[in-house]
């Protein structure tokens, strides 16, 4: 298990600072919300580091992951792809065209609408997207070595209600 009370950190300066220039405020959750944000900068690096060994960012990860896991043929409407991003159908239409270049998807009329498109894996695609995803889980491992599986469970179980009270 790890300490209790770590050695102070950036968000501890911070806090400190403000409890000095106003000591009125309750800043509690300027620490937990600033913990969150460094960790999520820290951990968006780390992950764009292990996809970038296998010449993707996370943008085009989470294309190819999303039709990896909807399980065979592995294709998708480009309106069922947007549905899993929080992109704009711009955006989407862009990381598509890169992936299409690259071989890794590829578009085709949907056979019961034939004015629609279907966006499926390429044999590539697939075989480079499970590759990914299994480097990006021992990345995840890694990441969270620091915690124990105790720690883990209940860091998921707060986050999970955390999460819960946005969505």
């Known amino acids: 298990m790890g300490p209790l009370n770590p ?16 000591p009125d405020l309750d800043i509690a959750p300027m620490g937990l919300l600033g913990r969150l944000a460094r960790l999520r900068t820290h951990l968006a690096r780390e992950i764009e580091k292990a996809m970038a060994a296998h010449g993707l960012n996370s943008a085009s990860f989470d294309v190819l992951a999303t039709l990896r896991r909807t399980g065979p043929p592995y294709r998708l409407s480009p309106g069922d792809l947007l549905a899993t991003t929080m992109v704009s159908s711009g955006t989407m239409t862009n990381r598509l065209d890169q992936l299409e270049k690259a071989g890794l998807i590829e578009r085709s009329h949907n056979p019961e609408d034939r004015r629609s498109v279907i966006i499926a ?8 997207v499970d590759m990914a995803v ?13 915690l124990s ?6 860091l998921d179980d707060l986050l999970r209600k955390f999460l819960a009270a946005f969505e």
């Open 134 to 146: 299994t480097a990006h889980v021992e990345n995840q491992h890694r990441l969270l070595e620091t």
């Open 149 to 154: 599986a105790d720690e883990r469970v209940a």
């Open 121 to 128: 894996l390429t044999p590539t695609g697939f075989a480079l």
């Open 7 to 22: 050695a102070m950190d950036h968000v501890d300066r911070i806090l400190m600072q403000w409890r000095q220039e106003r």
